[in-house]
């Protein structure tokens, strides 16, 4: 399977994000419904379910996806939890597996929960530091006589970054940076909801010298409770322009608005615009017709 950054150096790509279902939900249900997206987009990514999240199988839910309906997933992956031990098999797992992209996260706690890091890394770059590691045959010493890396065969994967228009435009900056030196070759941004708020993150990082493909991630939204429950969910700061829409039309308005910001999206000769439908499959077959 291709890796994101070469079908990005084909044009604007259209990608959709999964979520597992809870567990004890039906697999093949699961499946069947996400199957209407085959040949409809460029890439799949699959979420990773933060600690205490009951929400398994995000590993084999990439497979079967990038198996079934032929195109290529990115598999999320989290560090907050994990030693580099941990992460080290985790990452040959998914190598076996035959997924050649990640989305390398530093992950947050359960909603609610307070809780502290227990794994190794509290920045997502180092894991990141560790994958591009691997892609380089270095793997971690099985004892003290090793040195500091043992040579191992070369994976292959491309390491996407998230990227936080929402945080100050200085601390992203430099996060970033980071993120491109420990090997980072694409960007998908956090949820934004106009193509200015895109726009403005993009030519921002880009004045200090970002120019990796940034793909906007875009949570469409068709009703004004699903503006204000992500609002209040993901604190984050949605127009009020986009809100009296919802609240006076719904979902017509909703379909236009967000068809209109991806076509702006393509004008720009943005990378790609990536959904996070949270499952709605209909939801975002729509927006890729009408943003046509």
Same mark, same amino acid.
């Given at each position: ?49 933060a ?15 990038q @198996? ?11 560090? $907050? ?28 706690p359960?909603?609610?929960s !307070?809780? #502290? ?8 770059y180092l894991?990141?530091?560790q ?12 004892? /003290? ?7 191992? /065969? ?26 491109? #030196? ?7 941004? #956090?949820?934004?909801? !106009? ?9 921002s ?9 940034v793909?906007?991630?875009? $949570? ?46 393509r ?17 975002a077959l729509?927006?890729?017709? @009408?943003? @046509?």
């Amino acid at each position: 399977m291709k890796k994101i950054t070469e079908l990005l150096e084909k044009g604007f790509c259209f990608s959709v994000e999964i979520v597992p279902p809870r567990n004890g939900s039906d697999f093949e249900k699961f499946m069947k419904e996400i199957s209407a997206l085959k040949g409809k987009i460029d890439f799949l990514s699959v979420t990773k379910g933060a600690g205490g999240s009951l929400r398994g199988g995000s590993l084999p839910i990439a497979y079967f996806a990038q @198996k079934e309906l032929g195109v290529p997933c990115i598999a999320h992956f989290v560090c $907050r939890e994990r030693t580099r031990q941990e992460i080290e098999n985790d990452l040959a797992d998914i190598n076996y597996f035959g997924i050649s992209n990640i989305l390398a996260l530093r992950g947050d706690p359960p909603a609610g929960s !307070s809780e #502290q890091w227990s794994g190794d890394y509290k920045y997502a770059y180092l894991l990141m530091k560790q994958i591009n590691e691997m892609n380089n045959g270095k793997y971690l010493p099985r004892n /003290n006589n090793e040195g500091e890396f043992r040579a191992g /065969n070369k994976t292959d994967f491309c390491i996407i970054a998230a990227g936080h228009p929402e945080d100050p435009v200085e601390d992203e900056i430099m996060h970033m940076k980071l993120k491109i #030196q420990n090997g980072a070759e694409a960007v998908i941004t #956090q949820m934004v909801f !106009s193509f200015e708020e895109y726009k403005a993150y993009v030519e921002s990082i880009g004045k200090a010298g970002i120019v990796v493909p940034v793909i906007a991630g875009i $949570r469409p939204l068709v009703s004004l409770k699903q503006a204000l429950d992500a609002e209040s969910f993901f604190k984050v700061k949605i127009g009020e322009n986009l809100k009296k829409g919802l609240e006076e039309k719904g979902r017509e308005f909703g379909i236009a608005y967000f068809s209109d910001f991806i076509r702006k999206l393509r004008k720009y000769k943005a990378a790609g615009a990536h959904l996070f439908a949270l499952n709605d499959t209909s939801l975002a077959l729509e927006l890729i017709e @009408k943003s @046509k």
